[in-house]
C-alpha cells in the first residue's frame, strides 16, 4: 500500500490485495474474468481509497466531474462494498478526461446515472464483464435538460461521443443486452492503471493466507483431481 | 343470514359470525342480542341498495371490529382485479425482508423506469406524471431509499414506487410473505401497468376476506412484530386519497388504509380509528361495467357501516 497520496486527487492508492479478505474476494484483484467472445481480461489491482462520502463529492477528477458521480450505486451494489471507505479502480481518472472532453464537446452538464460509474465484478447488473468493472465505462442518463431515453437522443450523442476519440466504445440504441434505451453508454475498454508511485514487484500472495477463496478452491480442486490409476511395473528379469 | 340470488353466478353470501361479545351481551340482555339481528338486517338491506343505486356489478366487504369482535362480510371471498390494494401485499413484502435482514429500510434504490413484463420479458416504461407522481418523479436517475419509496407507494399510489420495490423485493418474495401469514385470497403476480400481461390475464387479485386479514394483522400488531406493524400502519395513515373509507366518517376519524382505483373498480380497505373506541377494519371492494365506474359508493358503504356499528353500540 503506497502511503504517499496520490498527487493529483490526494487519495491514498491502495493494492487490492492489502484490503480485508471479504473484501478481496469482492474484488477479486488481478484475477482473470471471462468476457463476450471469451475474451479474458484482468480485473484491476489498484485502487483510489475513498475514506468518506464528503471526500468523493470534494474530490475533483476533472474541472467538472466529482468522484462521487463514478460512485453512485443503489442495492444492487454488495453492502461491504457500499460502505466507506469505498475502492475505485485508478482507471477511472481517464474515464473522466475522456467524459470532460465530451462535456467541452455538447456544451452542457452530463449527468452519470446511478450504477452508471464502477460497478464491482458482484455488482447485480453485471452480465458477464463490463469495462464498468475497471472504471472505464460511463453511462449518462441526461445531457443538459434531455433525458436520454429516446431514440434520436441517444443516437445523437452517441454519434458525438464515437467523433470524439478512436478510444471510445458506444453501446448502440435498442432494447435488448448490449442495446441501451434508457441512457448513453461509453468505455474506453478493459484498461487496467498502474500509479507511478506503485511497484508491481512483489508477491500478489498475501503473506498471511491465501489470496482468496476462488484461488484456494482451484488449488484444492487441484488436489483432489482423480488421479490415473498406477501403472504396474514391469516385471524385472528373472533372478538367475 | 341472507343471501342473493345472482342468475349464472354463486350467490354471494352475507355472515356475521357471532362472537363470544355478542354472546354474552346476549345473554345479558335478550335485547341486545335482538338489536345486533336487527343491524345486520339493516345494514344487509342497505348495501344491496347501494349496490343497486350505484350500478355495481360486483361488491365485496368485510369488517372486524376490534371493539366488539363482530365480523360481518358480504361477498367476501370473490376475487377481484386488486388495482392498487395490491400495494399492501408489496409494504407486507418489503418489511418481510427487512424484519429477515435482507433489506435495510435505509437501502438506496435507482429510480429507473424500466420494467419487464412477465408476459415476454420485454421491457416496458411507465407514462410518468409530474403532477401525480412528484417525488418519484423529481428522483428519475437518482436514487431514493426503500422506505421512501415504500412510502410514496402507499400515501400518492405511486406506480413508479411500487415497481421499483417490486423489482428489489421480487414477487416470490412477496407472495411468500402473504404465505407465510396466512393470507389467503391476495394474490400477487406482477407490478403494475404491465399491459401485456393485463392483455393476457394475468391480473393481481384481492378478496375483501384476504384484505381484511392481512389488515387485521397490521392492527394486532402481528404483521412481522409489533414495531414493523407499527411502521407499516403509520405509512398508512398518512393516507393522501380520502374519497374512500375515509369520507363516509366523522372528521375526527383516522384512517389507515389504502385505495385501489382503475375505470372498473374502486376499492378501498383500511384500519379505522376512532375516538374512545377500538379499531375496525374495513375493506369494501366495488367492480363496475366498463367505464361507469363510481367511487363514492365505497363512501356510502363506510358510513352505513360507521351508523351501523354506532348504533349497535348505542
Known amino acids: 500500500m503506497s502511503d504517499k497520496p496520490d498527487g493529483a486527487i490526494g487519495l491514498k492508492v491502495v493494492d487490492a490485495f492489502d484490503l480485508e479478505p471479504e473484501l478481496r474476494a469482492l474484488l477479486r484483484p488481478n484475477e482473470m474474468a471471462m468476457g463476450k467472445a471469451g475474451h479474458q481480461h484482468r480485473l484491476p489491482r489498484y485502487f483510489y481509497e475513498v475514506p468518506s462520502h464528503e471526500r468523493a463529492k470534494e474530490v475533483r477528477l476533472t474541472p467538472h466531474l466529482g ?14 462494498i457500499r460502505n466507506y471507505p469505498r475502492y475505485i479502480p485508478c482507471a477511472v481518472r481517464l474515464l473522466a478526461f475522456y467524459l470532460e472532453r465530451l462535456r467541452e464537446l455538447v456544451g452542457q452538464p452530463i449527468h452519470l446515472a446511478v450504477n452508471g460509474g464502477y460497478r464491482s465484478p458482484v455488482h447485480k447488473l453485471a452480465v458477464g464483464i463490463t469495462p464498468h468493472m475497471w472504471g472505464t465505462a460511463a453511462d449518462l442518463f ?17 454519434r458525438i461521443a464515437e467523433d470524439l476519440s478512436d478510444d471510445l ?56 483431481f482423480p488421479q490415473p490409476p498406477p501403472t504396474p511395473e514391469p516385471p524385472g528379469p528373472p533372478l538367475a | 343470514m341472507h343471501e342473493e340470488q345472482v342468475p349464472g353466478q354463486a350467490r354471494p353470501v352475507a355472515r356475521r359470525v357471532v362472537t363470544s361479545f355478542l354472546v354474552q351481551k346476549a345473554a345479558e340482555s335478550p335485547a341486545h342480542g335482538t338489536l345486533i339481528a336487527r343491524t345486520e338486517d339493516s345494514l344487509y338491506r342497505t348495501v344491496l341498495g347501494v349496490k343497486e343505486t350505484h350500478g355495481i356489478e360486483e361488491l365485496g366487504i368485510a369488517f372486524w371490529d376490534a371493539e366488539t369482535t363482530i365480523q360481518w362480510s ?91 420495490l417490486v423489482d428489489v423485493v421480487g414477487v416470490p418474495a412477496i407472495q411468500r410473505a402473504l404465505d407465510e401469514l396466512r393470507i389467503d385470497g391476495v394474490q400477487v403476480l406482477r407490478g403494475v401497468e404491465d399491459q401485456p400481461a393485463f392483455e393476457a390475464g394475468l391480473n393481481n387479485q384481492v378478496t375483501a376476506n384476504g384484505l381484511l386479514r392481512l389488515l387485521r394483522l397490521l392492527a ?45 373498480v374502486h376499492h378501498d380497505a383500511g384500519i379505522v380509528y376512532l375516538e374512545g373506541r377500538k379499531p375496525y377494519v374495513l375493506v369494501i371492494l366495488t367492480q363496475f361495467p366498463m367505464q361507469a365506474g363510481d367511487a363514492s359508493a365505497v363512501a356510502e358503504v363506510s358510513r352505513d357501516i360507521y351508523e351501523s356499528l354506532v348504533g349497535a353500540m348505542a
Open chain 1, 142 to 158: 441526461r445531457i443538459g435538460p434531455t433525458l436520454l431515453n429516446a431514440k434520436d437522443a441517444i443516437e445523437k450523442y452517441n
Open chain 2, 74 to 164: 358480504y361477498n367476501a371471498d370473490r376475487p377481484f382485479h386488486a388495482a392498487s390494494t395490491m400495494k399492501l401485499a408489496v409494504l407486507l413484502g418489503v418489511f418481510r425482508q427487512i424484519i429477515r435482514g435482507e433489506l435495510t429500510a435505509d437501502a438506496p434504490v435507482h429510480v429507473r423506469n424500466k420494467f419487464t413484463s412477465i408476459v415476454d420479458r420485454k421491457p416496458f416504461t411507465l407514462e410518468l406524471n409530474r403532477d401525480s407522481d412528484p417525488e418519484v418523479f423529481a428522483n428519475l436517475g437518482r436514487t431514493m431509499s426503500v422506505e421512501q419509496l415504500a412510502y410514496e407507494m402507499i400515501t400518492r399510489s405511486s406506480n413508479f414506487a411500487t415497481n421499483l
Open chain 1, 169 to 224: 466504445w458506444v453501446m448502440p440504441y435498442g432494447h435488448d443486452i448490449g442495446s441501451a434505451d434508457d441512457h448513453i453508454h461509453v468505455d474506453l475498454g478493459y484498461i487496467s492503471l498502474v500509479p507511478r508511485e506503485m511497484t508491481e514487484d512483489r508477491a500478489e500472495v498475501s503473506q498471511a493466507g491465501p489470496r482468496f477463496a476462488i484461488e484456494e478452491r482451484r488449488r484444492g480442486d487441484r488436489r483432489t
Open chain 2, 220 to 264: 394486532e400488531g402481528e404483521a412481522w412484530s409489533a414495531e414493523a406493524s407499527q411502521r407499516m400502519r403509520e405509512i398508512l395513515l398518512e393516507q393522501r386519497f380520502k374519497s374512500g373509507i375515509p369520507a363516509g366518517l366523522p372528521k375526527d376519524a383516522r384512517v389507515a388504509h389504502k385505495t385501489g382505483n382503475i375505470s372498473t
Open chain 1, 67 to 80: 468522484l462521487n458521480e463514478f460512485l453512485l450505486v443503489d442495492l444492487k451494489e454488495a453492502p461491504l
